[in-house]
Nanobody, 124 residues
Framework: QVQLAESGGGLVQAGGSLRLSCAASGITFSNYRMGWFRQAPGKEREFVATINRSGDSTYYADSVKGRITISRDNAKNTVYLQMDDLKPEDTAIYYC?????????????????WGQGTQVTVSS
């Protein structure tokens, strides 16, 4: 059974930092591109960042570029999202997801498995 379990969310003041983790099980982790998406109240789920299978290529949404870094540790079956200089507009539920596509995929339908999400709240 495939499981993606996010952790690390919480409440932080604007300008602060959080590091999200997503631990995968039930898949051969290194065979999957990984991505992070987020969904704010009343909004559609949006792409945040993605990383390729080996971890040497990343791609970000313009809204987070320069503030957020995606990384992975294939030995630990874990993908991370380091978020710095957080803004109130970053408040959302953050989801990790795995994709069998090798190319950059920024749409939700390009991802096969999803975690349950972790809440990030940024206060002003």
């Amino acid at each position: 059974q495939v499981q993606l379990a996010e952790s690390g969310g919480g409440l932080v003041q604007a300008g602060g930092s959080l590091r999200l983790s997503c631990a995968a099980s039930g898949i051969t982790f290194s065979n999957y591109r990984m991505g992070w998406f987020r969904q704010a109240p009343g909004k559609e789920r949006e792409f945040v960042a993605t990383i390729n299978r080996s971890g040497d290529s990343t791609y970000y949404a313009d809204s987070v570029k320069g503030r957020i870094t995606i990384s992975r540790d294939n030995a630990k079956n874990t993908v991370y999202l380091q978020m710095d200089d957080l803004k109130p507009e970053d408040t959302a539920i953050y989801y990790c997801a795995s994709s069998s596509f090798s190319l950059i995929t920024t749409t939700a339908r390009g991802y096969d498995y999803w975690g349950q999400g972790t809440q990030v709240t940024v206060s002003s």
